[in-house]
């Protein structure tokens, strides 16, 4: 069977943070099956190895790691086991973030612990995991970062005010991010998803809500997490090698830009 070396990826090591559940779990196995060497990352430390474990019986080469993102020493030890055990990071995928446990709420009644919080996971842990992959990426002169946005910031959705603000923030951090390490043929860009199904989401919202803000895409459908992964395998494979800092918003064409 032939293949374009564009699109391929087998072989590249990805670390995929928040790999554990949700929208993540559905990249690391979609990697996996493109024939990439999988790290699943997630604070949830058992349902990352539940997710390696599955995907090595599977025959596939995969790493579950216990992580929080906001914390300096364990963003380091993600990476430093992603070295010991595949030898380099040539994509990392910023994924993991706190959305679907947050009640969604007037922006008067959100904790002031719990704002900071938001924006210790969302933005310090990505800029955290960025730092902590950047000298690997830097002597391999390669290296691939996603950063996962929402497509909030196109919409400017309320009720989670903290959430929408991080994931702004994830934007203007890659857009910035890419001018600082271009010169090492790092490429740094985002997905911003749309209101997407996945398996934590659809427990913490209703069906109705689901529906509701689903509509008025041109394709009209329920989005689910495996639409997000045309769209990041693309921003993780030579590909897209000549393109930074930008932002694809996957929405099935509800906010366009
Ligand atoms: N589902 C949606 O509707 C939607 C829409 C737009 C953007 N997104 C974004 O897509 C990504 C995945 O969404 P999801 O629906 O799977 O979200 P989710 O909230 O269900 O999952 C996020 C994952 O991150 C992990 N996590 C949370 N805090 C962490 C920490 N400190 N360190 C490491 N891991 C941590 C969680 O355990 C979970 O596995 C998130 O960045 C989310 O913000 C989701």
Redesign the pocket.
């Known amino acids: 069977m032939s293949s374009n070396p564009r699109f391929d990826i087998a072989g590249r090591t990805v670390i995929v943070?928040?790999g554990?559940?949700?929208?993540?779990k559905v990249y690391a196995e979609e990697f996996a099956k493109a024939g990439a060497q999988v790290v699943a990352?997630?604070?949830?430390a058992a349902?990352a190895k539940a997710v390696a474990d599955r995907l090595a019986a599977d025959g596939h080469a995969a790493l579950g790691l216990g992580?929080?993102?906001?914390n300096e020493q364990a963003a380091q030890a993600m990476t430093q086991a992603t070295l010991d055990r595949f030898g380099a990071i040539d994509i990392l995928i910023n994924?993991?973030?706190?959305?679907?446990?947050l009640p969604r709420r007037s922006w008067l009644e959100i904790p002031i612990d719990e704002w900071d919080r938001v924006m210790e996971?969302n933005l310090r842990?990505t800029f955290l995991c960025c730092r902590a992959a950047f000298p690997a990426m830097k002597a391999q002169g390669h290296g691939k970062i996603v950063n996962?946005s929402?497509?909030?910031f196109f919409e400017g959705t309320p009720n989670r005010l903290h959430y929408t603000t991080s994931?702004a923030g994830v934007i203007g951090f890659t857009r910035a991010l890419a001018r600082e390490v271009g010169a090492f043929g790092i490429t740094v860009n985002a997905v911003a998803?749309?209101?997407?199904a996945?398996d934590?989401?659809v427990q913490s919202t209703s069906g109705n809500y689901l529906a509701a803000r689903g509509s008025g895409r041109a394709i009209d459908r329920v989005q689910v997490p495996d639409d997000l992964v045309g769209a990041v395998m693309f921003l993780a494979s030579p590909a897209s090698d000549f393109m930074t800092g930008q932002t694809l918003l996957v929405d099935g064409g509800k906010a366009m830009h």
Not at 20 to 24: L, M, V
Request: aromatic letters at 0%; a neutral charge; glycine letters at 16%.
């Open positions: 943070t928040g554990g559940k949700g929208i993540g990352a997630d604070i949830d349902a992580v929080d993102i906001a994924n993991a973030s706190l959305m679907s446990v996971v842990g996962i929402s497509s909030r994931k998803p749309g209101l997407t996945s934590t989401q």
